[in-house]
């Protein structure tokens, strides 16, 4: 029996509101599949399931709001015979045959899952109108409700975690010019944004400085060997969300940009996938969009750094890090740094 | 088509990407970018926007005859050869 919990999307999630079921049980699903979407206070995720199974039973009603962690399904894993596991009370095996109703094919609200005889009366009597699916929360409310998770994650990050910030100008000559070849002999949807190029270079130093990478949990660092950059994405009606870019040290630059312009797009619609609201092992914050020339960035917990940039101006663009002393000092923070300069220095091999 | 149909044009794409843009309040003699608040993402999907209605092609060279809405609108109609 596989139990489907409401994860945890993001250091300031305590809860979430089942908005709609994607699955009804009988269906199969394979790992990776979208099985739910939930309201969390940031945005509409799409929920996926890290597990096969056939869905047996689905415990959350669309409208609920739960604390995570709550088994909001079970599934059979596969193999797993649902005949052997499904439990009919004998009354309700009794009015099921009366009824004509097959109690296998009901979902339980008995111990374990059971099948009562109210589960059966609820099934024989006519369909009402299915629930409307309830609507997200108002885009008012979710400015509000946005600021207290922001709030809540940043205050949690100052509070435990002891930062430190380094900074550096590195030379963008090459890159520029590197980017600007590139670009002028690429057809307009397929150009590139020098931010690519930033996401790259910080996740290939990632795989020199593991103690960047990674999640501090329980008292201990805790390195991931996948470097899944988080993208700080700010959104148009105010707040800001950091999905990530899964996998960015083995991606092609052509990839990672469609994969950028696909999480902006998403994130901005509001439509993002749980895997990439909770597992982010690093942030890149590219606030020099917005012309500031040095960003501090504070660390999203429980990551343990994050990689600023600015504006770029007279090719060149103040590049920094904040990192985590429970698991590294200024001094590898600033050979961290040293290596994203450096990977910046070779555009043609990220 | 002509200038006010490429204005209309750009405007839409404009307001798909940023839809609380009120025209209105667009000056257009100023910097779109900053006005509208387009990063550089933004941007780009833009581009590519009246790249895929007006079928014109805007080398990257060519971004800095394109900071107001006047001179984007110029530039197309030139580009179209109105």
């Known amino acids: 029996m596989i139990e489907f919990k409401l994860p945890s999307l993001g250091a300031d999630m305590e809860q979430g509101k089942l908005l709609e079921w994607k699955v009804t049980p009988g269906d199969k699903v394979k790992r990776g599949d979208v099985v739910a979407i939930v309201d969390?206070?940031?945005?509409?995720?799409?929920?996926?399931?890290?597990?096969?199974?056939?869905?047996?039973e689905l415990i959350t009603q669309p409208g609920e709001t739960v604390p995570v962690g709550t088994v909001m399904a079970r599934l059979l894993a596969p193999g797993e015979s649902a005949v052997q596991r499904r439990k009919v009370s004998p009354a309700a095996r009794k009015r099921a045959a009366e009824l004509g109703v097959d109690p296998e094919k009901l979902a339980g609200t008995g111990p374990e899952g059971a099948v009562t005889l109210e589960d059966v009366?609820?099934?024989?009597?006519?369909?009402?109108?299915?629930?409307?699916?309830?609507?997200?929360?108002?885009a008012a409310d979710r400015a509000a409700e946005m600021r207290k998770?922001?709030?809540?994650?940043?205050?949690r990050s100052k509070r435990?975690?002891?930062?430190?910030?380094?900074?550096?100008?590195?030379?963008?000559?090459?890159?520029?010019?590197?980017?600007?070849?590139?670009?002028?002999?690429?057809?307009?949807?397929?150009?590139?944004?020098?931010?690519v190029l930033f996401?790259?270079?910080?996740?290939?130093?990632?795989?020199?400085?593991?103690?960047?990478?990674?999640?501090?949990?329980?008292?201990?660092?805790?390195?991931?060997?996948?470097?899944?950059?988080?993208?700080?994405?700010?959104?148009?009606?105010?707040?800001?969300?950091?999905?990530?870019?899964?996998?960015?040290?083995?991606?092609?630059?052509?990839?990672?940009?469609?994969?950028?312009?696909?999480?902006?797009?998403?994130?901005?619609?509001?439509?993002?996938?749980?895997?990439e609201m909770s597992?982010?092992?690093?942030?890149?914050?590219?606030?020099?969009e917005g012309g500031v020339e040095t960003v501090f960035g504070i660390i999203y917990p429980p990551q343990v750094a994050l990689a600023g940039f600015g504006a770029v101006r007279n090719k060149a663009v103040v590049a920094s890090v904040s990192g985590d002393h429970r698991v590294s000092d200024g001094h590898r923070g600033a050979l961290f740094l040293g290596a994203i300069a450096r990977l910046l220095q070779e555009p043609e091999k990220l | 088509m002509n200038k006010p149909e490429i204005r209309a044009t750009?405007?839409?794409?404009?307001?798909?990407?940023?839809?609380?843009?009120?025209?209105?309040?667009?000056?257009?003699?100023?910097?779109?970018?900053?006005?509208?608040?387009?990063?550089?993402?933004?941007?780009?999907?833009?581009?590519?926007a009246l790249h895929e209605r007006l079928k014109v092609d805007i080398p990257e060279s060519d971004y800095a005859r394109l900071v107001t809405l006047d001179q984007t609108v110029d530039y197309l109609a030139a580009k179209l050869r109105l």
């Open chain 1, 40 to 56: 969390t206070s940031k945005a509409a995720v799409d929920v996926e399931i890290w597990q096969d199974g056939v869905v047996q």
């Open chain 1, 160 to 195: 435990e975690i002891p930062h430190y910030y380094l900074s550096e100008t590195v030379p963008l000559e090459r890159a520029s010019a590197w980017l600007e070849a590139e670009n002028a002999r690429r057809p307009l949807p397929e150009r590139l944004l020098m931010a």
């Open chain 1, 149 to 155: 998770a922001i709030a809540a994650a940043m205050s």
């Open chain 1, 199 to 275: 996401i790259k270079a910080t996740a290939l130093a990632c795989k020199e400085y593991p103690e960047m990478n990674g999640y501090y949990r329980d008292g201990a660092f805790h390195p991931s060997a996948a470097v899944h950059v988080g993208v700080a994405i700010s959104l148009r009606q105010g707040g800001l969300v950091a999905p990530a870019i899964h996998d960015v040290q083995d991606k092609a630059l052509s990839a990672l940009m469609k994969d950028l312009a696909d999480l902006v797009k998403r994130a901005r619609a509001g439509s993002l996938r749980s895997s």
């Open chain 1, 279 to 288: 597992d982010p092992t690093i942030t890149v914050t590219n606030l020099g």
């Open chain 2, 10 to 48: 750009v405007i839409a794409e404009l307001k798909r990407i940023a839809p609380e843009l009120e025209e209105s309040e667009l000056a257009p003699a100023k910097p779109l970018r900053d006005q509208v608040d387009l990063d550089s993402m933004d941007w780009l999907n833009f581009l590519v």
């Open chain 1, 121 to 138: 009366e609820k099934q024989a009597k006519p369909a009402a109108a299915p629930a409307a699916v309830p609507a997200a929360v108002p």
